[in-house]
């Protein structure tokens, strides 16, 4: 009796279809999108390389007048009280503003999200209404509140103000954070013998990480870029942060503007902002995300 055998398919065979790259059809679809994010890319990035650039190229009327180097930054570093002076005090405005932010936003989100009480809705959107006021209209109120409490003219005050302007936003991102973590967790952290802070210690908090990493950013991004409010509550020139120092260089004796000594400021005070960016993009993403992922 005669048997047939069949040949052996190939693994190519075997995997049809599936083993082939992307269509034709589908990269052409794919073509607006990729040459939209790219034509934003380049519109936002291109102003920051310009200014890196420039402030190392020779112009004329700056430190820098012939050949390629540094001097720009050496201006910047000597700059009346010096860079470091103003780098640390933005630094110490920030990083209070982010520790206040966080620690407010993460209480009162947890507060909103997880406990029923007595006009909570109502209190929430009193709380998001703060949004719908422009914050330079209440600076001189608060000038004036921060004197009598003798906090005029300090870093501490002007971080307290910034942490107020951002504390709306920072509750809305903490709210919808953990009202997407599974309530379960908790119970079952109460079940096993866990207060409400242990609770919220041991299982919330991890969960909500990436909430708490988007504030975070957004509040040192905002604190750190500020210029109207330290404008307008800091009087000493040695407590300004990097952003008044850098526009105060432009009034110079006679009106005459070191454009390179600026463009360097820019840059430096730019480079932290990228940097953290590319380093917590992941993260500051899946905290946008945590609200829409909700069940």
């Not at 790219?38 to 820098?64: D, H, I």
């Not at 949004?131 to 003798?150: D, E, K, R, S």
Request: with cysteine; hydrophobic share 55%.
């Amino acid at each position: 009796m005669a048997t047939t055998t069949r040949p052996a398919r190939t693994p190519a065979a075997a995997g049809g279809s599936r083993d082939r790259g992307p269509s034709v059809g589908s990269l052409l679809a794919r073509t607006p999108a990729v040459v939209l994010a790219g034509g934003l890319a380049v519109v936002f990035l291109f102003p920051l390389v310009w200014a890196a650039v420039a402030s190392v190229s020779p112009q004329g009327g700056t430190a820098q007048s012939v050949g390629w180097g540094f001097a720009n930054y050496v201006t910047l570093a000597n700059y009346q009280a010096g860079i470091w002076q103003y780098l640390l005090n933005s630094v110490i405005v920030s990083g209070l503003t982010v520790v206040l932010t966080l620690t407010t936003s993460l209480l009162g989100g947890y507060a909103f999200a997880m406990f029923r009480f007595p006009g909570k809705d109502l209190l929430f959107l009193l709380t998001l209404a703060i949004l719908m006021v422009p914050y330079a209209t209440l600076l001189i109120p608060l000038y004036v509140l921060l004197n009598a409490l003798g906090l005029s003219n300090s870093l501490v005050g002007l971080a307290l103000v910034l942490t107020m302007f951002q504390l709306p936003f920072a509750t809305f991102m903490m709210r919808i954070s953990f009202e997407s973590v599974p309530r379960e967790l908790e119970e079952s952290a109460l079940v096993d013998g866990c207060g409400t802070f242990g609770a919220l210690r041991r299982v919330l908090l991890p969960a909500v990480k990436p909430g708490l990493i988007t504030v975070g950013l957004f509040a040192f991004l905002a604190a750190w870029n500020d210029f109207i409010t330290p404008l307008i509550l800091i009087s000493d020139s040695g407590k300004v942060p990097l952003p008044l120092a850098v526009a105060n260089m432009r009034q110079q004796v006679m009106g005459i503007v070191d454009y390179g000594a600026t463009e360097a400021g820019v840059v430096v005070l730019a480079l932290p902002c990228v940097v953290l960016f590319l380093l917590l993009q992941r993260h500051y993403v899946r905290g946008f995300m945590s609200g829409a992922l909700k069940g």
